[in-house]
């Protein structure tokens, strides 16, 4: 509760950063070595962008296709894609504006694969629906609105 | 225990496309239970996929990922009867790896 509530009013990137070091982050988050904590914690897209290491703000392009609905039924499965025609892409990430903590899913993408993926997301309610892909220290996203007639968080 | 994966792995000209349906809960940590408590988060926080011993994808995911988790990707060089491996690693610290043949 008291961490909660330390989030909601402070602001930014570094309120987080404190949060992780003070040890105030439960300790099950810390299982998995290479879960990037601070950019699940996220509570908006800046926050995602600057978690995951780019440098500048995303740049929208046409050569990164977000596949999602117009509109979701069922907010608790959402089938989600994302694909990069951008040469180097490293990584992708699905972010859902709306959600508590906003990124959903983040992919690698090692030599060889192919920068496109897609998995089923829950939205909490109506949201815009971004994908991120990352080219170097460059990010590059995709918007799509996604209207949500039954929520899939919380209950 | 957690049930199996369920792994489609199919090889067309250089690609191989993968599909993975996990058996998870992914509880998002955001539901409250009868009694009004929250339900604590369980979801899966890395999943990976290996070829040959090469790892082909590696993704984290978050509790926003829908209940009973898929993943869909796609990676070159695979061949008809190359074994794909996938294994998943939630925040309790439980794990699962299954493999497949390419077909």
Redesign the interface.
């Known amino acids: 509760m008291e961490r909660r509530h330390f989030l909601a009013t402070s602001s930014g990137a570094t309120a987080l950063a404190l949060a992780a070091s003070a040890g105030l982050v439960p300790a099950?988050?810390q299982?998995?070595p290479?879960?990037?904590k601070a950019?699940?914690e996220s509570k908006t897209l800046a926050e995602v962008v600057k978690a995951i290491g780019a440098s500048g703000a995303p740049v929208e392009s046409k050569d990164l296709v977000l596949q999602a609905p117009e509109i979701a039924e069922n907010g608790?499965?959402?089938?989600v894609?994302a694909q990069s025609n951008i040469a180097g892409t490293t990584q992708l990430a699905l972010v859902?504006e709306k959600?508590?903590?906003v990124?959903?899913?983040?992919?690698?993408?090692?030599a060889?694969?192919?920068a496109?993926?897609?998995?089923?997301?829950?939205?909490?309610q109506s949201s815009n629906v971004y994908a991120l892909a990352k080219v170097g220290d460059k990010l590059f996203y995709a918007v799509k609105e996604v209207k949500v007639t039954l929520g899939?968080?919380?209950? | 225990m957690s049930d199996p994966m369920r792994i489609r792995a199919q090889a067309q000209g250089e690609k191989t496309t993968v599909r993975v349906l996990v058996s998870h809960e992914m509880e998002s940590g955001q539901r409250k239970d009868a009694a009004g408590k929250t339900v604590p988060a369980w979801f899966i926080q890395n999943i990976s996929a290996t070829h040959n011993g090469k790892t082909v994808m590696n993704a984290q995911w978050g509790p926003a990922v829908s209940k009973n988790p898929f993943l869909q990707f796609a990676f070159k060089g695979g061949k008809a009867g190359d074994k794909v491996a996938v294994s998943w690693v939630d925040n309790k610290g439980d794990k699962r790896t299954d493999e497949a043949v390419i077909s």
């Open positions: 099950h988050a299982t998995a290479a879960w990037n950019a699940f608790s499965v959402v089938r894609g859902v959600n508590p903590s990124l959903a899913a983040l992919f690698d993408i090692p060889g694969t192919d496109n993926v897609s998995t089923n997301l829950k939205m909490g899939g968080c919380g209950g």
